[in-house]
């Protein structure tokens, strides 16, 4: 099935029936049903899909894919699970990294997802060994699913300590990461390395994503220092923030002025719904806060919120099934988001976020998009049925095609 297709009788995630088609890669019409001008040489009925422009996957870290059962993390903290992954990163092997970050893509793919943005450890002790990796599996997979690694640089980048990572980061941007990142929050010098880490990505023409106020402290302040730092000096650069979960645990007014510069900055945010509700509180047992970045006051300031699963079957995150249906269900619950808002969260403005660009069910866009076997939206979330029809590129992806090389 390559060239033109005819897509009938889907239910769009407004509600509205349509056929849709598509021409070499592209959706060249979307009408009522039965009315298409395009001459289409496959047909595929829809009847009973809902249909969405295909999930993007903002942050993943497919290095660490399906490691829960090999690491150990007693703390079920944060930094438990980082400590846990230092024990055993002399262990993982090239192909190890390379086989379970694929079994990852795939069932991300089967689950809808044509675009994951990834992030690769970058630290000391295993040098480029996931960049690497995760270049490889961008690679072999490139003919169904988009990918971007990220590196995510170890700290501290700041002061005298950071002089090695700092020639570790040129590294990684020589041998072809796509996006610039690090931990601010973990670094003794949170604004030193928001600051380092946005001169590098700026110098690299690279995309920069951070790994923003992963914590519940109330000071910390990754986001708005970045956003201080792009208005001051007028930086216009395609820039994200992961996290952001400490500016729940500010007053109104503080989320509200913060929000403000982070729309007038462009910067987008992804919330990690899952993974930080995993990590974060623990042992807290009364009024643990909610610790999901406070999407709907950044929404209404203007700011582009994407949604994310983070890890995935990893001492991080135990569970996870690879399916952004299962945030949007996540978010309907625990950010009290709509439905519409949730499939838009992990779909359109997640590729704003990856790709700096929106993404709709449009003639002239690219022909990514994802069936779902449902009645309608609110039922695709709750059930997150398999059997899904993926299509990327105007081509049905399967397994056949995932498998080959
Ligand atoms: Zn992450």
Not at 172 to 201: F, K, Q
Not at 254 to 266: E, L, M, N, Q, S
Not at 281 to 294: D, F, L, M, Q, Y
Request: aromatic share 4%; hydrophobic share 40%; with cysteine.
């Amino acid at each position: 099935m390559t060239s033109s297709t005819l897509f009938t009788n889907a239910q769009l995630i407004d509600g509205s029936i349509v056929d849709v088609a598509t021409d070499h890669g592209t959706i060249a019409w979307i009408g009522p049903t039965g009315s298409s001008p395009v001459v289409s040489n496959q047909k595929v009925n829809l009847n009973g899909y809902v249909l969405s422009s295909s999930f993007v996957e903002p942050h993943a870290h497919l290095d660490k894919a399906f490691l829960a059962d090999r690491i150990s993390n007693p703390a079920g903290d944060l930094m438990g699970a980082i400590r846990g992954l230092e024990q055993v990163r002399g262990t993982i092997t090239h192909e190890d990294l390379v086989e379970r970050a694929t079994r990852a893509v795939n069932l991300m793919s089967q689950n809808g997802v044509t675009s994951i943005r990834t992030h690769a450890d970058t630290t000391i002790s295993g040098g480029l060994s996931s960049v690497h990796a995760l270049l490889e599996v961008k690679k072999n997979c490139a003919h169904f699913m988009d990918i971007q690694v990220a590196m995510l640089l170890e700290w501290p980048v700041t002061g005298t300590a950071g002089k090695e990572r700092q020639a570790l980061a040129r590294d990684a941007i020589s041998v072809g990461v796509d996006v610039i990142g690090g931990c601010p929050h973990l670094d003794p010098d949170p604004r030193g390395a928001v600051e380092y880490l946005l001169s590098l990505a700026i110098d690299a023409q690279l995309p920069l994503d951070l790994h923003a106020d992963e914590n519940m402290r109330s000071d910390s302040s990754d986001l708005e220092h970045l956003a201080d730092v792009v208005i001051r000096d007028g930086v216009s650069h395609q820039m994200n923030a992961s996290h952001c979960v400490s500016l729940s645990t500010r007053s109104e007014n503080d989320i509200d002025r913060i929000a403000a510069k982070v729309a007038t900055a462009g910067i987008t945010v992804t919330a990690l719904p899952q993974t930080n509700l995993f990590l974060q509180e623990r042992g807290v047992s009364t009024n643990p806060a909610r610790a999901i970045a406070p999407i709907h006051r950044l929404q209404q300031a203007g700011v582009v919120v994407a949604a994310g699963a983070d890890n995935l079957q990893d001492p991080f995150n135990l569970v996870g099934r690879g399916d952004p249906l299962e945030i949007a269900s996540l978010l309907m619950i625990s950010a009290h988001s709509t439905a519409y808002q949730a499939i838009q969260m992990i779909s359109s403005n997640s590729h704003k976020a990856v790709h700096g660009l929106n993404s709709s069910m449009a003639v002239g866009e690219p022909a990514n998009f994802t069936a779902i076997p449902a009645t309608n939206l609110r039922e695709s979330i709750a059930m997150g049925p398999p059997d899904r029809i993926v299509v990327y590129g105007g081509v049905v992806i399967d397994n056949q095609i995932r498998n080959r090389k």
